[in-house]
């Protein structure tokens, strides 16, 4: 197949990077919004949702990578100022491939990658499909596992706020996502779903907030992601497996992912971070979050002298 995606800017491992806004097209036909900031090592921002999009960890947490990493926001396919797949196409092989292409249209050797909730699954996927593009992986309050997460956090703790108690999933008479939605819907209606995630509910408007900021937000991928059987396998098995350096970063009021969801974590180099907060740490616990991440790269050597 004929190569599509345009090689817009090549930077090398270790070159600092000015500030550039790009449109890279994949090899079947998807214009991706990418920016390119910072100097240092660098590293992709993987955002989970799915579909929340890059720009809320840019605008929250920018100034702190940016000092440390070059730094690349990318709205993946889908989702916010990036365009939708024709073919309809959100497999987790797809999304990897994206994340590849635009690795390559950017020159870079490899690069690490810090994922957020969803996204560990994504890093998952990128692993095993493309094992020596990341050098290393910042987990930061992720899920590998999307029925553990709903089974053992999300729907006990959704349940708990609604004052009701959950029979757990192996006693359902609903799928999970039909669980799901109607748990969720009955959070909102009783303005409730902000505990799942945040300490204060006025940070869950502060978050949202990101989205109008930005013209024609694009849902798609929200919209199809979940369909796939793919995006609800679990990877705990796999991560005994991947040696490269990760950070898994995890949060001790977590009911998105769970606290407790560490546990079935196994990565053989691993710097685990424990820290008190829910599933937003870098709008709620910047301080503990950049502790983590410095500790983690000077431990591994990912600075660049």
């Known amino acids: 197949m004929k190569n599509l995606f345009l090689v817009l800017l ?3 491992a270790g070159f600092s990077a000015k500030s550039e806004e790009k449109r890279i097209t994949t090899s079947d036909g998807v214009e991706l919004y990418v920016k390119i900031e910072g100097k240092g090592t660098p590293c992709l921002y ?3 949702g799915p579909g929340s999009g890059s720009y809320w960890f840019e605008k929250f947490f920018g100034d702190f ?3 440390n990493f070059t730094m690349i926001y990318l709205d993946q396919r889908g989702v916010g100022r990036s365009g939708s797949a024709a073919n309809n196409d959100y497999s987790l092989e797809r999304m990897a491939l994206d994340f590849e292409e635009v690795r390559k249209a950017l020159g870079f050797n490899d690069w690490l990658t810090l994922g957020h909730s969803f996204g560990g699954i ?4 990128y692993a095993e499909k493309f094992p020596k593009a990341q050098k290393g992986m910042m987990m930061i309050n992720c899920t590998l596992s999307l029925k553990d997460s709903f089974c053992k956090s999300w729907a006990p703790k959704a349940s708990e706020f609604l004052g009701k108690e959950y029979s757990g999933c192996e006693q359902d008479s609903l799928p999970m996502m039909e669980r799901m939605g109607m748990l969720g819907s009955q959070l909102r209606e009783k303005d409730l779903f902000w505990k799942m995630a945040y300490s ?8 949202n907030a990101t989205w109008e900021e930005i013209e024609n937000w694009n849902y798609d991928l929200g919209n199809a992601a979940l369909a796939y059987d793919e995006y609800w396998k679990s990877y705990f098995e796999m ?6 350096p990760v950070l898994f970063f995890y949060g001790t009021t977590d009911w998105m992912v769970g606290p407790d969801h560490y546990k079935n974590v ?8 424990k820290s008190e907060v829910g599933h937003v740490p870098f709008l709620e616990n910047t301080n503990d979050l950049e502790k983590a991440i410095l500790n983690f790269n000077k431990k591994y050597n990912f600075f660049i002298q």
């Open 10 to 12: 090549f930077i090398t």
């Open 46 to 48: 993987i955002h989970g």
């Open 65 to 67: 990578m940016e000092e």
């Open 122 to 125: 994504l890093q998952m996927g």
């Open 200 to 207: 204060e509910k006025e940070n869950e408007a502060i978050m």
């Open 239 to 244: 991560t005994k497996s991947v040696d490269i």
């Open 266 to 273: 196994t990565f053989p180099n691993m710097l685990l971070w």
